[in-house]
Nanobody, 119 residues
């Protein structure tokens, strides 16, 4: 069907930067929405940033620090994370709503990429 694969996670010091990327592949007619979710240890998964028909959204905790960008031609979405904090630690998941044929919209999730903020 459609697969979402995240990359770019790893270890970063507080105050540093990291760039995550999500690549979509498969039966894609068009991508309606793409977003990034964060799940801190022991907490629920929460939306960090997204782009869709309603525009661009950022959670309050990341405004001014994170930037989401989509490349529709490449079917990718990136998350540039600057001035990283301990609270940014956790697994980041790519999420997309995809039109897989002329009539059908479906939801997909990546498997996640781990980000660890040190110091």
């Amino acid at each position: 069907q459609v697969q979402l694969v995240e990359s770019g996670g790893g270890l970063v010091q507080a105050g540093g930067s990291l760039r995550l990327s999500c690549a979509a592949s498969g039966s894609i007619f068009q991508i309606n929405y793409m977003g990034w979710y964060h799940q801190a240890p022991g907490k629920r998964r929460e939306l960090v940033a997204s782009e869709g028909s309603g525009g661009t959204y950022y959670a309050d905790a990341v405004k001014g620090r994170f930037t989401i960008s989509r490349d529709n031609a490449k079917a990718t979405v990136d998350l540039q994370m600057n001035s990283m904090e301990f609270g940014d630690t956790g697994v980041y998941y790519c999420n997309a709503n995809v039109r897989t044929d002329y009539y059908t919209d479906e939801e997909f999730w990546g498997r996640g990429t781990l980000v660890t903020v040190s110091s």
